[in-house]
């Protein structure tokens, strides 16, 4: 499967406009941070760069802030993410099988993406829903009762999209 290009545009300008409404202050660089990955998706190493550049913090600080918190990410990311829920009642009724089915059919190990940018694969704790598990939730959207033979077909919905 062909490597999707990821495109960064407009760099510069993006972080410009984003550091202006933080008054240019480092001290707000999770906001910052939060607001260019709004914008791409992700936090591409040009961007993190460009940060460091504009604001004379050290490229190791800023990437020190991207990789500190969990609401950041440092990889693109699919247009889909598929969060299999690996919290105790979904596990003991076989969410595991469930993950390795999504692993097997995307060629993906969880916390990936595929290569041609469609999905994102992910575990996530309990999310509520206990008496539909197991769960898997694609983009907010809840598919109960989920099993490792749904999955193909499952798939194929949202390729099809
Ligand atoms: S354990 Fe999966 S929804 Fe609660």
Redesign the pocket.
């Known amino acids: 499967m062909a490597m999707t290009e990821v495109v960064v545009e407009n760099v510069e300008q993006n972080v410009k406009e984003v550091l202006a409404r933080y008054g240019n202050n480092p001290a707000r660089m999770i906001e910052i941070l939060q607001d260019l990955q709004d914008i791409y998706g992700y936090l591409p190493r040009e961007v993190l760069r460009e940060v460091s550049h504009q604001t004379e913090m050290p490229l190791t600080r800023v990437y020190h802030v991207a990789t500190f918190f969990k609401a950041f990410t440092l990889k693109p990311r699919g247009k889909y993410t598929i969060q299999v ?7 003991v009724k076989g ?1 595991y099988r469930v993950l390795e089915r999504l692993e097997d059919v995307l060629g993906i190990k969880a916390g990936d993406t595929t290569d041609d940018l469609m999905f994102t694969l992910e575990t996530v ?6 008496a ?4 898997v939730i694609v983009n907010h959207k809840y598919h109960a009762y989920m099993t490792p033979a749904k999955v193909e077909s499952l798939i194929k919905e949202y390729r099809e999209q």
């Open positions: 829920c690996t919290g105790t009642a979904c596990h969410s704790n309990c999310v509520g829903a206990c539909l598990g197991p769960v």
